[in-house]
């Protein structure tokens, strides 16, 4: 079993920026899928960011050139720093992660950590 645990999450006024971490215990993260998810209350939870093994890296059209998602495998650790933030960009954001699973097919991840707040206020 691997468990995720999201922290950075907080209220900023739009523009602004937060720098999400997802640290993983219990198995090693190496090659693992990880990615970051969003859901707002009321609608279907969406795919923001993920990296493959192979260090590829794929984001939501909506979040493209503003968010950046990484690694840190030395402390088991994944981040999502956003940047410009936007009321829409308002929602839980959660990280998981997956040993077979690819980014195209993310939505099927088996790790999934408990979620961290962004509210973004105009």
């Known amino acids: 079993e691997i468990i995720l645990v999201e922290s950075g999450g907080g209220s900023v006024q739009a523009g602004g920026s937060l720098n999400l971490s997802c640290v993983a215990s219990?198995?090693?993260?190496?090659?693992?899928?990880l990615g970051w998810a969003r859901q707002v209350p009321g609608r279907e939870r969406e795919e923001v960011a993920c990296?493959?093994?192979?260090?590829?890296?794929t984001y939501k059209d909506s979040v493209k050139g503003r968010f950046t998602i990484s690694q840190d495998n030395s402390k088991k650790t994944l981040f999502l720093q956003m940047n410009t933030l936007k009321p829409e960009d308002t929602a839980m954001y959660y990280c998981?992660?997956?040993?077979?699973?690819?980014?195209?097919?993310?939505?099927?991840?088996?790790?999934w950590g408990q979620g961290t707040q962004v509210t973004v206020s105009s």
């Open positions: 990296i493959d093994y192979d260090g590829k890296t």
């Open positions: 219990g198995a090693a993260a190496s090659g693992f899928t």
């Open positions: 998981a992660a997956d040993p077979h699973v690819r980014c195209r097919d993310s939505d099927e991840f088996n790790y």
